[in-house]
């Protein structure tokens, strides 16, 4: 576990996106087994890898798709309890940041017109800024941005982009690291120390930690947000098996139609 927790702490981000993609296969070969089971390309592992830049959390990593438990949480969400997958009517979607685990997938989806944007991401169609998107107002139907807005210092200007460039109507999921002990979501600029970053945020690149409070951070620009606790829909032998964190939200946030 600890050389996990070095390599994610040491190498940059988009070196272990293009590395991972040679070293997968190998890894998911070497963990064949029945007893946890990705739900979202149905392999299943004798384990899952360990993730986490601070404390590491065991079976977290999906050695054949890389997803943690809140993608794979929110892949169930999409899959059964929206029309994302099935939808008749074209879907136009942004991805802020996308996850290697959904790329390829969503892509071939005949249903979508997806685009992808991140600033530094390799894997990402649209290289932007989230607090300065180059798209239209009301582009798009479905927005992504997950695990991104702690790193962003004006995090409610790009709450605003968000908002900006999706379509009345439309939907977005922007999922964060969140401590529901907290009432208020705590940020310090002046903590700049990556070490000292890691033990308060989570993360050497994180710049905030957020309470109970980042779901009105998000209806303040506008949307509306459904807190949904869609583990409490999972029975829990799937929860087990699907290594799925109890409890965790998914911030739903839709923009009105009027």
């Known amino acids: 576990m600890k050389i996990f927790k070095s390599i994610l702490n040491t190498i940059p981000r988009p070196w272990l996106i293009k590395v ?5 296969p190998l890894i998911a070969f070497w963990l064949k087994g029945n007893t946890y089971t990705d739900p979202i390309d149905e392999k299943s592992f004798r384990k899952f890898l360990p993730y986490g830049y601070g404390k590491q959390r065991k079976n977290a990593l999906s050695p054949s798709t890389l997803s943690l438990e809140r993608h794979r949480l929110m892949w169930l969400f999409l899959k059964n309890d929206t029309t994302f997958f099935t939808s008749k009517t074209k879907l136009k979607v942004l991805h802020i940041a996308p996850e290697q685990c959904f790329l390829d997938i969503f892509k071939k989806q005949q249903n979508l017109t997806y685009t992808t944007s991140d600033l530094e991401s390799p894997i990402a169609d649209v290289k932007a800024d989230i607090c300065d998107l180059p798209f239209k107002d009301n582009s798009f139907d479905v927005v ?7 790193h962003i210092t004006d995090d409610k200007k790009a709450m605003q982009e968000l908002f900006r460039v999706m379509k009345k109507g439309g939907f ?35 710049v905030r930690v957020y309470g109970k409070d980042y779901f009105n951070k998000l209806r303040s620009v506008g949307f ?7 583990t409490k829909k999972i029975t829990t032998e799937k929860l087990e098996r699907f290594c799925l964190m109890k409890g965790e939200i998914l911030p739903v946030c839709y923009k009105p139609s009027s």
């Open 20 to 24: 991972s993609y040679t070293v997968r």
């Open 144 to 150: 992504f941005c997950n695990h991104v807005l702690e």
């Open 172 to 206: 977005g999921i922007f999922q964060i690291p969140q401590d529901m002990s907290r009432e208020k979501t705590f940020e310090d600029n002046s903590i700049i120390d990556k070490k000292e970053r890691t033990e308060i945020f989570g993360q050497y690149d994180h």
């Open 224 to 230: 509306k947000v459904e807190e949904i606790d869609y």
